[in-house]
């Protein structure tokens, strides 16, 4: 990087970039319109050579334009939605030449698109009628065209598409597109009407005073590129087809670029976005090469069991069929006998590479092998072998597809939905994917149920409540479907899947169903649960009112909430009881409904080093979500976020960040259960006079204790997380993904609260590590 520069200014506007060929002081200027406030910034230090500022509180500027070899350049806008101003500016200076302003009876809707370097088209706020405003020599003049006079029976709004070939923009509707060319002072000209989904790129320049732009159309499941020069509409430089998967939806952008072909004339490539963010280049007619983009925006991830591999599958059928069966044992011979060419040599890894037991199919001995369900922010749900990373399949989603119902539909989260035990059941698992239509909390959910093996959605649902929660419950029925609470808005639980079956199974367990909720914007968690069936309008057997039980409010002065942690689900603990030195025994404090909360002071939830550490703290709570009651609380002065967390079994680890001592730690919370202290009587155990078997329950006076230990750590975290086992026998590793994009296994013995300077032979033999100030990384 040469140079960079921040532009301020004295409010919030949309920013705008001109690149001109404008010498000031000999120096190359860009205009840069930023923050209520036209800048020239000079393009070999970045240093501003003159600002102006535009006062008007309700101005939004929506053009800067500069005539080809003028050096004065237009800044346009509207004022309070009704009211065109137009300011000519002096490049050099900055200085205001002239200021004009027309008023319009309706209200501008959208943006202006510009045609030439004097004419700008609007729309009015019904979409209904269109507005060419020309600033000729600094006066302003407009003309009204009705959008029915160029679209007969147009249903819905219209936009513009803007384009940046000159003369020419489109309009679209629900029905149609139209490009329209705009002649002399305001005459429009329909040039073109298309019933088909259409893209347009911007103008290429191919050669000395002539331009190139593409057109793509959607035509069932082909694509029609087009490209032709600017300044007639009716020849084609190039015409393709181009077959396309249904499974990338509709084309969003185009790019061209242009290459001389041997017979001197004007070859094109293109380069297109699709819905689902892949990335095409399509060249002669053909797909060149793509790349799925959509993995870069995952926004949810869940994993799916293989099958079981069943014995006695024939080899034909394991190898497609038995022509490509023969096919490899002839190329495995050609390899053998140094007769293979390099393609061949190609064949036989990639062969090798699909058998090899890490890209298998099914399911290995120890469960290792999975497949990753990604939802991305394109509606688009992957299946990713965990073996290779190969794409096993990949499905743009029908209920997060724009529809006259939903207009922003947006993907949430994903959920296993059935996980059929393989001794009981030939199904395939499912997931189910929560989306809402629409970025506000209130908008009404939308449910796909996909198989897990194929992508198929074999059911996608328009729900008629909004979704802020999603709760998997720890009840299956008799086809293994995991029973979900969505709760909505209005705090109403809905139950799925709505079975007879599924509500007799809830019902037996509606008292023991609590959940909570946490509001980091003001600071309040409260825990709810159920109290009866709806009532009013919402009426329905699924569906149940809550009451809240507690709520904890933090002084938002003082404390603002920037982190939660909880117990996974499924985490199974092998033993409650820990042996320490001396034959002694603590029992874990194991509770599913523990959570983890960490606030900074409200200066200090910015970045790292904002503040001074007087101003700084950081808190953690543990609090049991069934009752409320805060369990343990501890400051950290003189420390702030961000703060990464993992709950787990008894204990916490957290990671934030010292300002005092100017690094990153880790500190560790282990809670351990007071009130099964009195077992430890090797004979009460034997003659059975224990309370171990005795129900826990939320609402019995807690006696716990903490222990507690901070150490210092070399790292900043992406993430943290912990490793699971079936059994929960085996020693956990704290897994850490720090910033460099690495995963770092740190053993849990390191975060014991209970390391000391120097351990006892008995401790040491119990093997608890002697402390010290920072934990270990090893960096290779």
């Not at 269109?130 to 679209?151: A, C, D, E, R």
């Not at 509707?173 to 989904?197: C, Y």
């Not at 050609?334 to 036989?348: N, Q, V």
């Not at 850490?736 to 770092?744: E, N, S």
Request: aromatic share 8%.
């Amino acid at each position: 990087m040469v140079w960079e520069s921040s532009l301020h200014g004295p409010k919030h506007s949309k920013s705008l970039l001109l690149t001109t060929n404008l010498i000031i002081e000999k120096d190359n200027a860009l205009i840069v319109f930023s923050n209520g406030r036209l800048n020239a910034v000079s393009c070999i230090d970045g240093e501003v050579l003159w600002k102006k500022d535009f006062e008007e509180e309700s101005l939004e500027v929506q053009q800067v334009i500069q005539p080809p070899g003028s050096d004065f350049i237009y800044v346009v806008g509207f004022a309070a939605s009704s009211q065109f101003e137009m300011y000519k500016i002096n490049a050099k200076n900055g200085e205001l030449l002239k200021h004009e302003s027309t008023a319009f009876s309706g209200r501008f809707s959208g943006e202006v698109s510009l045609v030439s370097s004097e004419t700008v088209v609007a729309l009015d706020s019904t979409g209904s009628i269109l507005l060419t405003i020309s600033f000729h020599n600094g006066k302003i003049s407009s003309q009204h065209t009705p959008v029915s006079n160029l679209l007969e029976n147009s249903p819905g709004l219209a936009v513009i598409i803007h384009s940046s070939v000159t003369g020419i923009f489109a309009i679209k509707t629900d029905a149609a597109t139209i490009f329209i060319r705009v002649i002399g002072e305001g005459k429009l000209e329909v040039v073109e009407k298309t019933n088909h989904e259409t893209v347009v790129s911007d103008a290429l320049s191919i050669s000395e005073g002539q331009q190139a732009f593409a057109l793509v159309q959607h035509a069932g499941s082909n694509i029609h590129l087009t490209v032709k020069p600017a300044h007639d509409w009716d020849s084609n430089l190039l015409k393709e087809s181009i077959k396309m998967d249904q499974q990338r939806g509709f084309v969003h952008k185009v790019f061209i670029n242009n290459y001389i072909r041997t017979d001197r004339s004007h070859g094109f490539r293109a380069l297109i976005v699709m819905e689902d963010h892949s990335l095409l280049l399509l060249q002669q007619g053909a797909i060149v090469w793509s790349r799925e983009d959509g993995l870069a925006s995952i926004i949810d991830v869940t994993t799916s069991e293989l099958p079981v591999e069943k014995a006695g599958v024939s080899v034909a059928k394991v190898e497609l069929n038995l022509f490509e069966w023969l096919k490899g044992h002839v190329l495995k011979l050609k390899g053998t006998l140094m007769l293979a060419t390099p393609e061949d040599i190609a064949a036989i890894q990639y062969m090798r590479l699909k058998s090899s037991e890490k890209s298998k199919m099914t399911r290995d001995h120890n469960g290792f092998r999975k497949l990753l369900i990604a939802l991305t922010r394109a509606g688009k749900l992957f299946a990713l072998h965990t073996g290779d990373g190969r794409i096993v399949w990949s499905h743009l989603l029908k209920s997060l597809h724009k529809s006259e119902s939903c207009r922003q539909p947006i993907g949430l989260n994903l959920h296993q939905w059935q996980v059929p035990h393989h001794h009981a059941l030939d199904e395939n698992p499912s997931v189910l994917v929560v989306g809402r239509c629409g970025p506000s909390s209130d908008a009404l959910g939308v449910l796909s149920l996909v198989d897990s093996y194929t992508g198929k959605e074999f059911s996608s649902l328009r729900l008629v409540h909004s979704v802020a929660q999603v709760i998997p419950l720890p009840y299956t029925d008799s086809t293994e479907q995991r029973l979900h609470l969505l709760i909505d808005a209005d705090k109403h639980a809905h139950l799925y899947p709505k079975t007879p079956e599924a509500i007799d199974i809830f019902q037996s367990e509606f008292s023991n169903v609590y959940w909570y909720s946490v509001d980091d914007d003001n600071g309040i968690i409260k825990g709810y649960a159920l109290k009866t069936k709806c009532s009013g309008n919402v009426a329905d057997e699924f569906c149940f009112d809550s009451r809240e039980l507690w709520s904890i409010v933090l002084p938002s002065e003082s404390e603002k909430i920037i982190t939660t942690a909880t117990r996974k689900l499924n985490e199974a603990v092998h033993t409650q009881a820990k042996l320490i030195a001396d034959q002694d025994v603590m029992y874990k404090y194991i509770s599913s409904n523990l959570l983890f909360v960490a606030t900074v002071a409200p200066k200090a939830s910015g970045e790292i080093g904002s503040v001074t550490p007087e101003e700084s703290w950081l808190v953690v709570y543990l609090i049991d979500t069934v009752t409320g009651r805060v369990l343990h609380r501890m400051t950290h002065h003189g420390s702030q976020g961000p703060v990464q967390a993992v709950l787990s079994e008894n204990w916490v680890v957290y990671h934030f960040f010292n300002l005092r001592a100017h690094r990153y730690e880790m500190s560790v919370i282990e809670i351990y259960d007071q009130s099964r202290a009195d077992n430890k009587d090797v004979w009460k155990l034997v003659v059975g006079n224990h309370n171990l078997t005795s129900p826990v329950s939320s609402y019995s006076r807690a006696e716990v204790i903490t222990k507690s230990q901070s150490y210092f750590f070399t790292h900043s975290l992406k993430a943290i997380a912990v490793t699971l086992t079936v059994k929960g026998i085996t020693s956990k590793q704290l897994l850490i993904g720090t910033i460099g994009d690495q995963v770092l296994a740190l053993d849990k013995r390191f975060l014991d609260p209970r390391r000391s300077v120097n351990p006892t032979q008995a401790e040491r033999e119990e093997g608890i590590i002697p402390l010290t100030d920072s934990l270990p990384i090893i960096p290779q």
